[in-house]
């Protein structure tokens, strides 16, 4: 079997979980931030390189309650002090893409020290982790990153300054929870990519409902328009 060298995830579905198995959306968030270490696991082990994950949209962060914003950053930092272990022990390098502008100081002050430690040689796995992420505002600031660098505005050069710069599209995206759409997450890097809509709510998404849609992405045949 070939596997993909970047697979993508909206992890989707959390709050309708916790409702659904405790009454409790936030019981949601924090069985969705569980759900995360299995699919780490089998990524590293299968040799995929890169993983990006959808934690929170910038529309989230706008637009949701102040009690479940303030339940997901309590989550965020308990998960990121815990796992720096694991991180460096599995050579993981953890970078985050997202505006940091407005988030919490302890927040940003996370995400500052995890990016500037972030390194792409000797690893198992590229994670990368989209918080307070738009897609859109990602494409206006490479535009406006390659206009202050005296650069014509081509696809190399509009690729290069995305966030997701250094790391390949990905070949397989995968939405969780039963939508059927994007939600401003990788709209350029998305060209190409196979797109999987499940209806698994996300804390319920095994790795065997990943292998499986690893094992179809395998009969595809990608044309890139050819
Ligand atoms: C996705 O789960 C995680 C975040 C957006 C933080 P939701 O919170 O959107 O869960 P549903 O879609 O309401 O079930
Ligand atoms: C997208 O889910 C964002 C994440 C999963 C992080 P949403 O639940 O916010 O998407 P919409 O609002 O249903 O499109
Ligand atoms: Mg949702």
Not at 66 to 79: A, D, G, P, S, V
Not at 107 to 126: A, E, H, R, V
Not at 155 to 181: A, C, S, V, Y
């Amino acid at each position: 079997m070939i596997h993909p060298n970047h697979v993508a995830i909206i992890m989707d579905g959390n709050g309708r979980w916790g409702i659904k198995n405790f009454n409790n959306r936030a019981k949601g968030h924090e069985y969705g931030v569980k759900n995360i270490k299995p699919i780490i696991e089998f990524c590293i082990s299968n040799k995929i390189k890169n993983l990006t994950l959808y934690a929170l949209s910038k529309d989230n962060f706008l637009k949701r309650k102040k009690k479940e914003l303030k339940n997901i950053f309590y989550l965020f930092e308990k998960y990121f002090n815990k796992q720096k272990t694991f991180f460096e022990k599995k050579k993981i390098n953890l970078f985050f893409i997202g505006e940091n502008t407005g988030l919490p100081n302890n927040i940003k002050k996370i995400m500052s020290s995890i990016n500037k430690k972030s390194d792409i040689k000797n690893i198992n796995l590229n994670l990368c982790i989209a918080f307070n992420y738009s897609s859109k505002l990602e494409i206006i600031k490479s535009f406006k990153k390659t206009l202050s660098q005296n650069k014509s505005f081509n696809t190399k050069n509009i690729q290069k300054n995305l966030f997701t710069g250094k790391i390949n599209d990905p070949e397989i995206i995968i939405r969780t929870g039963g939508m059927n759409r994007l939600s401003d997450f990788l709209l350029w890097q998305s060209a190409y990519s196979e797109i999987y809509f499940v209806k698994t709510l996300w804390p319920d998404f095994t790795v065997r409902k990943l292998k499986n849609i690893l094992t179809q992405f395998n009969t595809i045949k990608r044309n890139f328009g050819a």
